[in-house]
């Protein structure tokens, strides 16, 4: 059956141009974007229960975009004047491009990783001297926790925000060729929403290990998965599917 229409479990891309839109103007497809999950930021009050002071770190470690937004909120919730001094570790180029928002890029000392955890590893060992913090939501790898403890450095992990399930009641009778989803908190959204969804003729397209685990675990089909060596993103993985399937629906209706 050839893909019309597809549901991202994500925000549309703020940037004007974006391989998503030039996936709907190649292959004439209408790609709708809604977040299946979204974030709310922990108070300040919150935050000193847990013996935070940010100010006590000469480090901190951005494993993602909501991290750095929530770090700067709330230092200047309570006003905490970061010190230019300040290091920063960014998971990704995209983290790191996004901490300018924050700060002046060439005035302060920024370290990138290039996709994972385990990329920063090594960075991280190199600064051993520093006092790092970890700004969290209060879900994470607990890989992620052991590979921090087995580094013997100081460091400490700071909640910040909260992962929660969005409300997708008005989309029960909505209906989409392929549902994209980026992690199992997506994939636990859509059967919190909807415990009696049914696959049928749906198509499930997922990014990341973990989020086909958690895929295939809710007894879903995945017809598309990404990332692999052909197909580092999901809009490739999406073209290379589609490509196929639409040249199939041709050869049945001739």
């Not at 001094?85 to 960014?90: D, F, G, I, S």
Request: charged fraction near 25%; glycine fraction near 2%.
């Amino acid at each position: 059956m050839k893909v019309k229409t597809i549901l991202v479990s994500q925000p549309a891309p703020q940037a004007k141009q974006s391989p998503y839109f030039d996936l709907m103007d190649k292959q004439k497809v209408k790609i709708d974007f809604r977040s299946f999950i979204h974030v709310e930021g922990e108070s300040s009050r919150a935050v000193r229960n847990q013996k935070i002071d940010f100010l006590s770190f000469t480090a901190v470690i951005f494993t993602s975009i909501n991290a750095v937004d929530q770090y700067f909120r709330l230092a200047d919730e309570m006003r905490d004047t970061i010190p230019d001094e300040m290091k920063y570790l960014c998971l990704s180029e995209a983290v790191a491009y996004y901490l300018q928002k924050y700060v002046v890029y060439r005035k302060r000392k920024i370290y990138v990783g290039t996709r994972t955890f385990d990329d920063l590893m090594p960075l991280i060992k190199k600064h051993k001297s520093e006092k790092f913090l970890l700004p969290s939501s209060d879900k994470v790898k607990q890989t992620m926790i052991d590979n921090m403890d087995s580094l013997n450095v100081e460091w400490k992990r700071a909640i910040l925000f909260k992962t929660v399930i969005s409300d997708l009641s008005d989309l029960e009778n909505v209906f989409y060729d392929v549902l994209v989803f980026f992690s199992p908190s997506g994939i636990k959204s859509l059967f919190e929403n909807f415990p009696q969804f049914k696959q049928n003729n749906t198509r499930i397209a997922v990014f990341g290990n973990s989020t086909v685990k958690a895929a295939e675990e809710a007894g879903l089909k995945i017809d598309i998965a990404a990332p692999s060596v052909e197909t580092p993103s999901m809009t490739m993985a999406f073209e290379i599917y589609m490509k196929v399937v639409n040249k199939l629906c041709l050869l049945i209706t001739n």
